[in-house]
C-alpha cells in the first residue's frame, strides 16, 4: 500500500522559507513522481507542483514558479519541497501524493490524503 508522511510545516513571515518533507513506504520515491499539494480550509487539494517521470518538465502552478523546487533523497526514500520567499497566500495544509502519470497529480486524482503540514505566512 502506498503510504506518505508530510512534515515540515510551520508559521513563518511573509518572505521566508520552508522545507517540507515526504517520507513515504510502500514504494520508493524513483518509482512514482511526486506531487505537492495545497488545501485551504473547507476545499480539495490542489496541485502547486507536480514532477515529471519523463521528459523532466516539472508542472508548477504559476502562483508559485520561481519559488518552490521539488527534490528527492534516494537513500532516504524521501521527497522535499523547497519553498522560498513564501507568501501570505500560500498558507494552507500542504499534502504529498504518488502518482504514474502527470496529467493525475495535475487534477488531484489521489483519494488517500493524509493529515498533511499546515504552512501558515503572515504578512
Known amino acids: 500500500q502506498l503510504h506518505v508522511v508530510e512534515s515540515g510545516g510551520g508559521l513563518v513571515h511573509s518572505g521566508g522559507s520552508l522545507r517540507l518533507s515526504c517520507a513515504v513506504s510502500?514504494?520508493?520515491?524513483?518509482?512514482?513522481?511526486i506531487g505537492w499539494f495545497r488545501q485551504a480550509p473547507g476545499k480539495q487539494p490542489a496541485a502547486v507542483l507536480c514532477?515529471?517521470?519523463?521528459?523532466?518538465?516539472?508542472w508548477y502552478l504559476d502562483s508559485v514558479k520561481g519559488r518552490f523546487t521539488a527534490s528527492k533523497n534516494y537513500a532516504e526514500n524521501t521527497a522535499y519541497l523547497r519553498m522560498d520567499n513564501l507568501k501570505p497566500e500560500d498558507t494552507g495544509v500542504y499534502h504529498c501524493a504518488p502518482f504514474p502519470e502527470q496529467f493525475m497529480c495535475e487534477t488531484a486524482a489521489w483519494d488517500d490524503w493524509g493529515q498533511g503540514t499546515q504552512v501558515t505566512v503572515s504578512s
Open positions: 510502500g514504494f520508493t520515491v524513483d518509482e512514482y513522481l
Open positions: 514532477e515529471s517521470k519523463s521528459d523532466g518538465r516539472t
